[in-house]
């Protein structure tokens, strides 16, 4: 039988979407290579055996939008993780541009993929090092006319180093100058190179003088109805935990600074908020603390919270908690590393901290002083709703597509050059 019925379709699509809930969509295209955590499974093939799928979809095919493809480390979970909100961000941004977009996160070598998108494929956008940037190879001789745009996410390298020195690691700091040669190679290959901090830009411009390298910042939607100061309280960590930087992160807040902070704020609570926590962590009673672990509702965790902290040691891009808190009106203390990328400044856009004591201090003064938090809060949003919104982000996309040669159908993009939208290259 070369169809299923009905109800037996609908039982495959069960059974697919108790393992990756995102596949939902994916089954109904049919013909994406899909990868579990046990295994790979030839998903175009399955399709067109059972589901009947011989020819490549019509929507691939063309409806007069030009075609871009997205290469992944995974499809997106934006409320699990900062890296998704970004993902899905760039999907709106090239889509109210103009573009059809098919976003696929694989491993392995994909030539033949490849090969069935060249009669129709105009933009391939490769995201990570050890991801997106895999296939750069392959893109390149299967899609020879296609634009190619490396997007670093962050720069690996750097985050690699960071980590290697903060633990002594001689060994991580040799994987990390791979990571960096492999980075710098990508950079060349590419058309273009999207950086999320004007630090990173400096520095890949500094290291190769001759790339192509644009500054594209995170962007959030801005909060439209934000709480006062009387209303909020409590402090607050966010993040997605398969991101090691904020393991360390808040192993380090709860080790060296939550201590100090109760000291000058017994009445406060540290709310410990994001997916995936590991189990040392979810499990720790220390006196104050909340675990909340992953929340479906971010938006209005951030309503009540008073402070945000980011005491990051490792690290590298711009960091989405920062970028959610700002957007949602909650001023922050970072430290330095948590600063980059955002174009924030101490005691107007954030308060930044370089050790413990100094963290306890700015948190006690934001928590208690209502006018310095609504400076810091205000700033904040501003800041979010301008260099950082979503319409900016289009605009410098725009501009950086045509840069390269890239369809740009949306051509009103192009004419709109608001000051805090200018891409720099």
Not at 401 to 409: D, E, H, K, Q, T
Request: proline share 5%.
């Amino acid at each position: 039988m070369r169809r299923l019925t009905p109800a037996l379709m609908n039982l495959v699509a069960r059974w697919v979407a108790r393992f990756a809930p995102s596949m939902r969509r994916i089954l109904q295209l049919g013909w994406y290579f899909v990868t579990f955590r046990f295994g790979e499974i030839p998903f175009r093939r399955i399709a067109r055996r059972i589901l009947g799928i011989r020819n490549v979809p019509s929507w691939i095919r063309g409806d007069g939008r030009p075609l871009a493809l997205i290469v992944d480390m995974f499809y997106p979970t934006p409320d699990r993780d900062s890296g998704s909100i970004d993902a899905v961000n760039l999907v709106n941004a090239l889509h109210r541009i103009g573009y059809r977009i098919v976003f696929v996160a694989f491993g392995g070598e994909r030539d033949h993929f490849f090969t069935t998108l060249k009669p129709y494929l105009h933009l391939t956008i490769l995201s990570r090092v050890h991801n997106g940037g895999v296939f750069m190879e392959s893109i390149r001789r299967a899609c020879p006319s296609a634009k190619v745009i490396f997007n670093t996410v962050d720069l690996h390298h750097l985050r690699e180093e960071r980590t290697a020195r903060l633990t002594n690691d001689r060994k991580a700091l040799d994987l990390a100058a791979k990571t960096k040669a492999r980075e710098l190679a990508l950079v060349r290959l590419a058309d273009a190179t999207i950086v999320v901090s004007y630090e990173e830009h400096w520095l890949l411009s500094s290291l190769l003088p001759d790339s192509t390298v644009f500054t594209v910042p995170l962007a959030r939607a801005v909060a439209r109805n934000v709480n006062d100061f009387d209303e909020r309280k409590n402090i607050a960590f966010v993040g997605g935990y398969f991101h090691a930087p904020n393991v360390d992160g808040l192993r380090h807040f709860l080790d060296d600074i939550w201590p100090l902070v109760r000291k000058r704020i017994p009445e406060a609570e540290f709310i410990a908020m994001g997916a995936s926590m590991p189990e040392e962590l979810a499990k720790r009673r220390d006196k104050g603390l909340v675990v909340r672990g992953y929340v479906e509702d971010l938006a209005s965790e951030l309503s009540t919270i008073r402070v945000m902290v980011a005491p990051l040691r490792v690290g590298a891009g711009a960091k989405g908690k920062v970028a959610s808190a700002l957007a949602h009106g909650v001023p922050c203390v970072v430290s330095p590393i948590a600063a980059e990328g955002m174009n924030v400044h101490d005691r107007q856009t954030v308060l930044l901290a370089h050790s413990p004591s100094e963290f306890a201090e700015r948190i006690e003064e934001l928590y208690r002083d209502a006018d310095l938090w609504r400076s810091i809060s205000q700033a904040g949003l501003r800041l979010m709703s301008g260099p950082h919104s979503l319409e900016a982000n289009d605009i410098r996309i725009a501009n950086i597509l045509a840069s390269i040669g890239a369809p740009v159908p949306n051509k009103t993009l192009l004419t709109a050059h608001p000051a805090d939208a200018t891409s720099v290259k």
